[in-house]
């Protein structure tokens, strides 16, 4: 039974900086691509970034390009999302989603069997 649990969200001023991480569990995390998409208030979810199970691809949102950065540790099982010069409309829920196959990064929400639970991050201005 595969497992997503999200954390690091919070609240941060306008500009500040966040680290969000998504712990696996339930199969060999390396196998699988993993990505981030966030939900604000009244808003559809949206894709953010995604990266391949190797971590040798990646691809983010262009909302969010040279911001933020998604990196995974297949030692740990964890995946990674880097969150600088946060604005405020980056205020969200985060989710984590697991894909079935490696090798693709697709910005679908329904190429996603997996999700964790989320977590809010707020940035104030």
């Known amino acids: 039974q595969v497992q997503l649990v999200e954390s690091g969200g919070g609240l941060v001023q306008a500009g500040g900086s966040l680290r969000l991480s998504c712990a696996a569990s339930?199969?060999?995390?390396?196998?699988?691509?993993m990505a981030w998409f966030r939900q604000a208030p009244g808003k559809e979810r949206e894709f953010v970034a995604a990266?391949?199970?190797?971590?040798?691809?990646?691809q983010h949102a262009d909302s969010v390009k040279g911001r933020f950065t998604i990196s995974r540790d297949n030692a740990k099982n964890t995946v990674y999302l880097q969150m600088d010069n946060l604005k405020p409309e980056d205020t969200a829920v985060y989710y984590c989603?697991?894909?079935?196959?490696?090798?693709?990064?697709?910005?679908?929400?329904?190429?996603?069997?997996?999700w964790g639970q989320g977590t809010q991050v707020t940035s104030s201005s």
């Open positions: 990266i391949t199970g190797s971590g040798g691809s990646t």
């Open positions: 339930g199969r060999t995390f390396s196998r699988y691509a």
């Open positions: 989603a697991e894909h079935d196959r490696a090798n693709l990064l697709i910005p679908r929400m329904n190429a996603y069997n997996y």
